[in-house]
């Protein structure tokens, strides 16, 4: 397991943009770096579904729903990954979630709330 931490969420008009953050702060260098990272985000009433990935070196995936809109990046030094989200929808709202894979295994975050007002 790795302890992920989430921030940046909070309430923006439509169309707008928010960054989200996620940290690992008690992995190790080497550990952050052999995951892949990702943010997922569940809307009230809905499952759980993928946003973006993104692997140590730099490939990234997107979901049709954000590709274009989205961007994940991260920084491997700091451990820490990020979400830009521009041209923001009321169907994003959601809470968003920050996760690490690897051989298998997941880790989540505890979310952090995006709401988008229309």
């Known amino acids: 397991q790795v302890p992920l931490v989430e921030s940046g969420g909070g309430l923006v008009q439509a169309g707008g943009s928010l960054r989200l953050s996620c940290v690992a702060p008690?992995?190790?260098?080497?550990?952050?770096?052999?995951?892949?990272m990702g943010w997922y985000r569940q809307a009230p009433g809905k499952q759980r579904e993928f946003v973006a990935s993104?692997?140590?070196?730099?490939?990234?995936d997107y979901s049709d729903s954000v590709r274009g809109r989205f961007t994940i990046s991260r920084d491997n030094s700091r451990k820490r990954i990020y979400l830009q989200m521009n041209n923001l929808k009321s169907e994003d709202t959601a809470v968003y979630y920050c996760?690490?894979?690897?051989?298998?295994?997941?880790?989540w975050g505890q979310g952090t709330q995006v709401t988008v007002s229309s």
């Open positions: 993104a692997s140590y070196d730099g490939r990234t």
């Open positions: 008690r992995a190790i260098t080497s550990v952050f770096n052999g995951h892949i």
């Open positions: 996760a690490a894979d690897r051989e298998g295994n997941r880790s």
